[in-house]
């Protein structure tokens, strides 16, 4: 198994343009979410799936969109960025319903920057 | 919503010494608290975890405490190692959507620096 692939590893953007995040993940998990981590802030969730065709917002949605149309397959919209978006971004899945509450799973991370 | 606040930010030991890394919660349905170590350029891992219906949990050099009337946990790590030092995180967690969501809210981080 890959487990959780992130992809860029590495961007740079400038104020404005628009990009997408990859995350994938091969554990037919039902939980896929996104975090941004900050110096000094920790990781903060963005957005979370608990299923295909179901999203919902975390503690810092705004700027960002996601949608789910795959188990496998959970991508991070920026539609118009903004130099407050330069941060480290994680993706993590994990089972949940019966078997919540088991170990989330991260991607290596992309690191981005809004120039 | 759950708030996680982490203590301390930084710390440092000298190898053989035991680390202590503090958490606090404020949302009293949480009832699963994750400790992740995450290393220099990776993701976070899983190290240890703690379920609402456990006091102490142990695994080897590493063990986890739970306070549920006071809402804190503690992280305790001894004998430490100079491979011990990473940014280590604690996380709160409820189940929400009737069971299906696994909603992590972390805490600040500690990073963690073992002397040889």
């Known amino acids: 198994n890959a487990g959780v692939t992130q992809t860029p590893k590495f961007q740079v953007l400038k104020t404005g343009q628009s990009m997408t995040l990859q995350c994938a993940q091969d554990?037919?998990?039902?939980?896929m979410s996104w975090y941004r981590q900050d110096p000094g802030m920790g990781l903060r969730l963005i957005h979370y799936s608990v299923g295909a065709g179901i999203t919902d917002q975390g503690e810092v949605p705004n700027g960002y969109n996601v949608s789910r149309s795959t188990t496998e397959d959970f991508p991070l919209r920026l539609l118009s960025a903004a130099p407050s978006q330069t941060s480290v971004y994680f993706c993590?899945?994990?089972?949940?319903?019966?078997?919540?509450?088991?170990?989330?799973?991260f991607g290596p991370g992309t690191r981005l920057t809004v120039l | 919503g759950e708030n996680v606040e982490q203590h301390p930010s930084t710390l440092s030991v000298q190898e053989g010494d035991s680390a202590v890394i503090k958490c606090t919660y404020s949302d009293s349905a949480s009832n699963y608290f994750p400790w992740y170590k995450q290393e220099l350029g990776k993701g976070p891992q899983l190290i240890i975890d703690?379920?609402?219906?456990?006091g102490e949990k142990k695994d080897q050099r590493i063990a986890v405490t739970l306070n549920k009337t006071a809402k804190h946990f503690s992280l305790h790590i001894t004998e430490t190692q100079p491979e011990d030092s990473a940014v280590y995180f604690c996380?709160?967690?409820?189940?929400?959507?009737?069971?299906?969501?696994?909603?992590?809210?972390f805490g600040t981080g500690t990073l963690l620096a073992v002397q040889p």
């Open positions: 703690i379920r609402s219906n456990v």
């Open positions: 996380a709160a967690s409820a189940l929400h959507h009737g069971g299906a969501t696994n909603k992590l809210i």
């Open positions: 554990m037919n998990h039902e939980y």
């Open positions: 993590a899945s994990s089972y949940s319903g019966q078997r919540a509450h088991n170990e989330q799973f």
